[in-house]
């Protein structure tokens, strides 16, 4: 899952919660799936480092990034 | 504009003392006689040297190129016609005075609309000699309508066509990632636009990845160069978003992002597009089909990242969220454990009680049955020696002792005679 579901999933998680008409299992098995989901969000964000590339096309036609040169 | 000559300037004639004034002698004596023979009389000036159709033509021609510079003119146009030949046929005049002009088909595709007749424009071209017909001709190269007309009329015409196909519909506009952690930039790889994303995507979120998809912006070969970008992008598909982008310039420098090819390749491109040409007022057909139009690539950069803290903030608050919301559901369900509970004990109590006061009432009708009331009345009960209730006459036979239960004690008794017959009523009565 990319990170913009990831975060879209959070949200629905919490508004879920937040609107506590569920079972209490259900409650329970929603907010463990949810701080999974908040740990590998954060990883995610910790992990990216902002590069800058280039997108180069092979002679093949295959698709390549490449570090932007300065 | 810098006046320059022609490479069919006129070589200068030595003027000829004593001669008749020369059919084509100019104001300042320019003179073409490169292609008359000179013998003994200058050309024309006799019967003799009477020039041919063409040689007069040809003649006028190297005059009229030689003297007017390539120039500037303006006009209303009339009688326009796109020939099947690719050229361009019209005429510009005014009040008092009419030229015919010729656009060559290689120099239409410079321009971007045909104009209408009636349109008020400016030529830049040749005044020449249309020898066919040994007419004047301004063969023109590039044309301008008042008020950017033939801009406008370009612009509309390919609006006009993306709009008929649906292409323009919001609809089919795709949101934009709210969380990308990659963007593709199409634009000039050593352009200020490209500077611009970067330096806003780096200060707002440095965890973001920026792929930048080189494509030339401007000049003739730039709609290709566009088109061809969007399609390793699309091919690729490693991006959230597509940023196409172009610094400020004039509305020639960004005629690329009008051209319906590009339009197209935008509108066809599977991952959401934010357009970003020139300035705030410089609007495009990319614009029109891109996902999202940004005034400026600044702009553009700002919309597609958020800035990190933010989402950091926004990560906290659900977690905040979640926390509260499972906390809130378990107070609900100790609650309601403890009101079960309750509930549990006050039935049990209950249930109890409900037996006991059962017990009580059965008990009160043994108590209302026992004989020890009837006793307690006045009456007594006969028992033999066993104790066994002595109920009928037939128990009882003459000189059998038995004893007399009363309320308080017992009586021992013999039977003295039997008599079977009147019940205890009867006798009552008769006794």
């Known amino acids: ?70 | 504009m810098t006046a320059r000559r022609g490479s069919g300037a006129p070589r200068r004639g030595a003027p000829r003392r004593g001669a008749a004034p020369s059919l084509f002698d100019g104001g300042d004596g320019a003179v073409s006689r490169a292609c008359v023979t000179v013998r003994d009389a200058a050309p024309g000036e006799s019967v003799e040297t009477a020039l041919t159709i063409t040689d007069l033509t040809q003649t006028a021609k190297a005059i009229l190129e030689g003297a007017v510079p390539p120039l500037w003119i303006r006009g209303e146009v009339s009688n326009f016609t796109a020939h099947r030949n690719g050229h361009w046929y019209f005429t510009l005049k005014d009040a008092s005075a009419a030229i015919s002009c010729v656009i060559w088909s290689r120099d239409v595709p410079r321009i971007p609309a045909m104009p209408d007749d009636g349109m008020q424009v400016m030529a830049y071209g040749q005044l020449s000699v249309y020898a066919a017909r040994g007419q004047m001709q301004f063969m023109a190269r590039a044309l301008e309508a008042e008020g950017e007309g033939l801009w406008r009329k370009a612009f509309e015409a390919t609006r006009a066509r993306l709009e008929k196909e649906g292409l323009l519909d919001p609809a089919r506009k795709k949101a934009i990632p709210r969380f990308p952690r990659r963007v593709a930039v199409v634009t000039s790889p050593d352009g200020a636009a490209l500077h611009d994303i970067t330096s806003v995507i780096a200060r707002r979120n440095a965890s973001v990845d920026v792929v930048v998809v080189p494509a030339a912006v401007q000049g003739e070969a730039a709609p290709a160069s566009i088109v061809a970008a969007l399609e390793r992008v699309a091919r690729w598909r490693g991006a959230d978003v597509v940023i196409i982008a172009r610094g400020g310039g004039s509305r020639e420098d960004l005629w690329a992002f009008n051209d319906e090819a590009v339009a197209r390749a935008i509108a066809g491109c599977p991952l959401p597009t934010i357009s970003a040409v020139g300035h705030e007022v410089d609007i495009t057909i990319a614009d029109l089909v891109a996902d999202l139009r940004a005034a400026t690539p600044s702009a553009a950069a700002e919309a597609a990242v958020p800035v990190l803290e933010d989402i950091v903030a926004g990560i906290a608050a659900l977690q905040q969220t979640m926390i509260a919301g499972v906390e809130r559901r378990a107070t609900i369900a100790r609650r309601d454990l403890r009101r079960l509970a309750g509930d549990l004990s006050i039935r049990a109590r209950r249930s109890v009680e409900r037996r006991r006061a059962r017990v009580q009432q059965v008990a009160g009708r043994i108590d209302a049955l026992s004989p020890l009331n009837t006793l307690a009345r006045g009456y007594a009960v006969a028992r033999d020696a066993q104790g066994h209730a002595l109920g009928t006459v037939a128990a009882f036979s003459p000189d059998q002792p038995f004893a007399l239960v009363l309320r308080d004690g017992q009586v021992g008794a013999t039977v003295t005679s039997v008599h079977p017959g009147a019940g205890p009523t009867a006798r009552g009565v008769t006794g």
């Open chain 1, 1 to 70: 899952m990319n990170f913009e579901a990831e975060l879209n999933r959070l949200e629905e998680i919490a508004l879920a919660l937040d609107r506590a008409d569920l079972s209490l299992d259900e409650s329970l098995a929603l907010f463990e799936e949810g701080i999974q989901r908040l740990r590998s969000a954060s990883e995610a964000l910790a992990k990216a480092e902002g590069r800058v590339t280039t997108l180069v096309e092979q002679a093949d036609g295959a698709l390549e990034e490449r570090d932007a040169g300065n």
